[in-house]
C-alpha cells in the first residue's frame, strides 16, 4: 500500500509575509536530513509537506528522521487512495485493520482540503463511518471516547488515511532564526541548553575548551560524542576546540584563588565571543542554571557576562536538575553526559569560591595577566571539527 507521511508545519504557519521564507527553510532542512535515510519525494502543499515513502525504504526510519527536524508539529504517516468513498473505505480498513481488531469503539473524522469534493466533512464521516461499522461488526461506533479514530483527509490530488497525528519535534526550522555559539562541556547542561535554542531555530557551532594534560584526550572525544548526538536534531554541526591549558595555569600563577573560576569563565566568554564572530554567530548559548554552582550566582553571572557584546542564551536559567535531565534523557546525550571524564572547570577549582564577587576584584586580578595577548594566542590555536 502506497504510504506518505503528512507533515503540518508549527509556528511558522503563523509568520505573516516570512511564512514562505520560513517554509523553504523548513523544506529544505527536511530533504538535507532525508537524503540520508531514503529516496523520498518530497513537497509542500498549502503548509502541509508530503513525504512520499518508496515501498522499499525503512519506513520506521524516514518517521523517525522526520522526529526530529524543528518546526514540524505533527507527523501522520497515512496510507495514500483515490478521491472516491470506495477507495477510502477499501483502504481505511485494509490499511487500519490491525488497529480494528484492537479496539472495542471507533469513530471517523474527516477534513476536506479539496472544498470541489462533493461532500461535506460530516458527511463523509457518516458515510465512511456507516461502511466501517459493518464491515468491523465488534466494533461500535462512539463519538465520545473512542479507542480509535480514523482520519480521513480529502486533498488536491489524493485522499490519506490514518489513526491520527503523533507529535512531532516543535519549534522552528534550524538556521530560521540565525547562528550561536554553543559552550559545550562534557557535563549534563550545555548539550541541553543547545537543543532548546536549536529547537528555537538557531545553528548550532560548538565551542569545547581544552585544557590538556589537565583534561584527557577522551575527555574531547566525549564533547565530540555529545555533538554528535546533538546532530541527530541540527543535522550537521562543527565544533571549534579552544586550547585553555595556558590561561588556567596563567590563572593559577598568578589570581587569588578564591577568583579562579570567575576569571577563567571571562575568558571563556571573551574567546566564544571572538571565534563565534568569525563563525557568522548573533549570539552565545551556555547551560548556567541560576544558582547551581558557584559561578552561577546572579552576581557571578553579571560578572562573566559583562566581557560579551553577543546576547547570551542561559536556557536551563530557571530549570531544576531534574527537569534538564528528563530533558537529556529525551534527546539521548545523559548517558554520555554522565561519562566520568573531568571538565576543564573541575581543574584548578577553588576551595572557597567567591559568589558574590565584585567587578574592582576581578579587574584588579585581571590586571596581573596579559589578557589580550592569552586570548590571541588560544584563538590562533583552535581546531575545527565538522560532524557528522
Ligand atoms: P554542564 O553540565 O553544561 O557542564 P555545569 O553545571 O557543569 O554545566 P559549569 O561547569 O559551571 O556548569 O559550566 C557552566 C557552563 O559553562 C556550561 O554549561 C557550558 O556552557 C560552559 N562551559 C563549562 N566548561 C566548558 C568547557 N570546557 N568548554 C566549553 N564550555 C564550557
Ligand atoms: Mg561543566
Request: contains cysteine.
Amino acid at each position: 500500500m502506497k504510504e506518505v507521511l503528512l507533515l503540518k508545519c508549527g509556528e511558522i504557519v503563523l509568520k505573516g509575509l516570512n511564512r514562505k521564507t520560513f517554509e523553504d527553510r523548513l523544506l529544505g532542512n527536511l530533504k538535507r536530513r532525508m537524503k540520508h535515510v531514503a529516496d523520498c519525494n518530497i513537497s509542500m502543499r498549502q503548509s502541509v509537506i508530503y513525504v512520499e515513502v518508496p515501498e522499499e525504504a525503512d519506513k520506521e526510519a524516514v518517521m523517525d528522521c522526520a522526529r526530529h527536524v524543528f518546526g514540524i508539529a505533527t507527523i501522520s504517516r497515512a496510507a495514500v487512495c483515490e478521491k472516491t468513498l470506495e477507495s477510502i473505505i477499501d483502504t481505511a480498513a485494509a490499511y487500519l485493520g490491525n488497529r480494528f481488531a484492537a479496539a472495542r469503539s471507533f469513530k471517523v473524522e474527516s477534513k476536506r482540503g479539496d472544498k470541489k469534493f462533493p461532500m461535506t466533512s460530516t458527511e463523509i464521516s457518516q458515510h465512511v463511518g456507516g461502511e466501517l461499522a459493518d464491515r468491523f461488526p465488534n466494533v461500535r461506533p462512539d463519538m465520545h471516547t473512542p479507542d480509535l479514530i480514523v482520519h480521513v483527509e480529502v486533498r488536491e490530488t489524493y485522499a490519506f488515511v490514518h489513526p491520527g497525528p503523533e507529535a512531532g519535534a516543535g519549534g522552528m526550522p534550524i538556521g530560521s532564526n540565525g547562528r550561536a555559539g554553543l559552550l559545550l562541556s562534557g557535563g549534563i547542561d550545555s548539550p541541553v541548553a543547545g537543543w532548546m535554542m536549536a529547537k528555537r531555530g538557531l545553528e548550532l557551532v560548538g565551542i569545547h575548551f581544552f585544557s590538556y594534560p589537565y583534561t584527557s584526550e577522551r575527555a574531547k572525544e566525549k564533547v565530540f560524542e555529545l555533538a554528535r548526538k546533538l546532530t541527530a536534531w541540527c543535522g550537521r554541526m562543527s565544533v571549534m576546540v579552544v586550547p585553555f591549558t595556558q590561561i588556567q595555569e596563567a590563572i593559577r600563577d598568578n589570581c587569588h584563588e578564591e577568583l579562579f573560576t570567575l576569571v577563567m569563565r571571562r575568558f571563556m566568554m571573551r574567546i566564544a565571543e571572538r571565534v563565534a564572530a568569525d563563525y557568522g554567530c548573533g549570539g552565545l548559548i551556555t547551560g548556567e542554571s541560576l544558582g547551581q554552582v558557584a559561578s552561577q550566582t546572579m552576581p557571578a553571572m553579571a560578572v562573566t557576562g559583562a566581557v560579551c557584546e553577543l546576547p547570551v542564551f542561559r536556557p536551563c536559567i530557571g530549570m531544576d536538575k531534574e527537569e534538564i535531565v528528563t530533558i537529556a534523557r529525551k534527546i539521548d546525550t545523559f548517558e554520555t553526559s554522565i561519562l566520568p571524564y573531568e571538565d576543564c572547570c573541575t581543574v584548578f577549582t577553588p576551595k572557597h569560591p567567591n559568589t558574590k564577587p565584585k567587578m574592582p576584584k576581578i579587574l584588579e586580578a585581571e590586571s596581573h595577566l596579559d589578557v589580550d595577548a592569552l586570548v590571541e594566542q588560544a584563538v590562533a590555536g583552535v581546531e575545527i571539527v565538522h560532524l557528522p
